[in-house]
């Protein structure tokens, strides 16, 4: 079985843009979580999407935002990047009813 | 004071040592406890997850909960260099929606662990 992908796996952008990533999860996997991952503050939750419905969020500003689609697959937006957003973005995925989530390899954000 | 509090490390010992990693927690709502191994430049892989307070054991891995002290461990037997990695902690409550339950997991800053050969 394939497991959690994301695209692009690196990125570069400049202050003020925007990003948009994506994540495939896992076949049959409904859940889909995301995390942003940075040496001084660890992994911290963004949000989580079930069935198309953002049903937990985390502790950031309105500039992070995601959804999901009928497949399942899910974006994540940042806009009016700032040089604290460069980060390792994780997305996991787990099916109904467990709670094992399994991680992607993450897409690397760099903002200049 | 952090939900969550793990050693950073780092933490260097000789191959086939016991390794013991450790997280404290404040949040009694916690139910559901994982422990992830993260390489460099990876994802988080899944090693062990535990519902509520006590052992469970999966080859060299053994992971315990204790709910009283708010405390848990993962101890790693008879270590190798391929177990050099960022070994973090994470926890949950437990969210019940129509259709399962949900995932917002609260995660250690992680262990960073050097096994030398």
């Known amino acids: 079985k394939a497991g959690v992908t994301q695209t692009p796996r690196y990125l570069i952008k400049t202050r003020g843009q925007q990003v948009t990533l994506s994540c495939s999860p896992i076949s049959g996997h409904r859940s889909v979580s995301w995390y942003q991952q940075t040496p001084g503050q660890g992994l911290q939750f963004l949000f989580e999407y079930f069935s198309e419905t953002q049903r937990n969020k985390g502790n950031f500003p309105g500039r992070f935002s995601g959804r999901q689609f009928s497949n399942s697959r899910s974006e994540m937006n940042v806009s009016t990047l700032e040089l604290g957003d460069s980060a390792l973005y994780l997305c996991?995925?787990?099916?109904?009813?467990?709670?094992?989530?399994?991680f992607g390899p993450g897409t690397r954000l760099t903002v200049t | 004071q952090k939900e969550v509090e793990q050693d950073p490390g780092p933490l260097s010992v000789p191959e086939g040592a016991i390794v013991s990693l450790n997280c404290t927690y404040s949040n009694s709502a916690f139910q559901y406890f994982m422990w992830y191994r993260q390489y460099s430049r990876k994802g988080p892989e899944l090693l062990m997850y535990t519902y509520s307070s006590g052992n469970k054991e999966d080859g060299r891995f053994t992971a315990q909960v204790d709910k009283s002290s708010k405390y848990i461990s993962l101890f790693i037997r008879d270590s190798q260099p391929s177990d050099s990695a960022t070994y973090l902690c994470?926890?949950?409550?437990?969210?019940?929606?129509?259709?399962?339950?949900?995932?917002?997991?609260?995660f250690g800053k992680g262990t960073l662990l050097t096994v030398n050969p």
């Open positions: 994470a926890m949950s409550p437990i969210y019940e929606h129509s259709g399962g339950s949900n995932y917002k997991l609260t």
């Open positions: 996991a995925s787990g099916t109904s009813g467990e709670y094992e989530q399994y």
